[in-house]
């Protein structure tokens, strides 16, 4: 089972690469096949097996002998890890809401991964994975709600949960942005801390809120103290608030029973 869990992550970790690369180059989505980002030559299927194939070809282009960003491995071995992980997690998926909220924390995970390296390197969230994440949190938690046997009243759902969670994280993060003059935080994390909201409901709200503030300030006091960032200057928050929403759909399980509390 468990090996099933580490495949899937590894196809959509690859998959991952694929739409943070075209993010990056403006290219469409639905066509053209993978080329290299050096010589644009076509990756050939043998040549984009996940791992394996960077492992024959030593991390370079078969055609102009490039490096491959390690950033592609890094991404295929840390989603197959994720999904290991929440595979470990979940009990066994005997229902179908526990299923379709298994499936729910997969691609949730996947979401916040692009978001996670877009961010870092960038310093942006496209708009497009907000949008794709917002949507697929509402559809998946109305799926769980009215496939939950007996039936869940709307009021007492996790569809609700999320709706006052999101609205709640929303407004304290828009009113961040416009009281710092986005100084402290963009529109993207406003829009990324609704994410966190409706995924995770007002109940794991402040916990996710303060394991995202709490790492963020460890992080920069780490880098201002290493020389590496100034006290001036940026330092993306979305990872942090992306990385907090992981740990919460993951050990929220876990860290719900002491909250009394259990995600799905
Ligand atoms: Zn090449």
Not at 232 to 248: C, E, K, T
Request: some cysteine; hydrophobic content about 60%.
């Amino acid at each position: 089972m468990m090996f099933i869990f580490v495949a899937a992550g590894l196809l959509v970790g690859s998959f991952l690469n694929v739409v943070l690369t075209r993010l990056e180059t403006e290219e469409s989505f639905v066509s053209g096949r993978s080329r290299c980002d050096s010589c644009r030559e076509t990756i050939r299927w043998y040549d984009n097996i996940p791992v394996l194939s960077h492992i024959v070809l030593r991390g370079k282009c078969r055609y102009c002998g490039v490096a491959i960003s390690r950033r592609h491995l890094i991404m295929e071995l840390s989603t197959a890890a994720m999904f290991a992980l929440a595979g470990a997690v979940f009990p066994a998926a005997s229902t179908l809401s526990t299923a379709l909220g298994l499936i729910f924390v997969l691609g949730m995970i996947g979401v916040l991964a692009v978001v996670f390296v877009h961010d870092l390197m960038h310093m942006e969230i496209p708009v497009s994975v907000l949008v794709f994440g917002i949507v697929w949190t509402v559809v998946s938690l109305f799926l769980i709600w009215i496939s939950a046997s007996p039936a869940e009243p709307f009021f007492s759902s996790r569809l609700w949960e999320g709706i006052i969670g999101g609205a709640i994280a929303f407004l304290l993060f828009y009113s961040l942005v416009f009281f710092s003059d986005e100084t402290w935080m963009g529109m993207g994390d406003a829009w990324l801390a609704l994410i966190l909201g409706l995924a995770l409901g007002w109940k794991l709200l402040l916990p996710a809120l303060t394991l995202a503030f709490g790492s963020g300030a460890v992080v920069g006091i780490v880098l201002i103290v290493l020389g590496r960032k100034g006290l001036q200057s940026r330092i993306p928050f979305g990872p942090f608030l992306a990385g907090s929403v992981i740990v919460m759909l993951i050990f929220g399980t876990i860290i719900g029973n002491a909250f009394g509390y259990f995600l799905i």
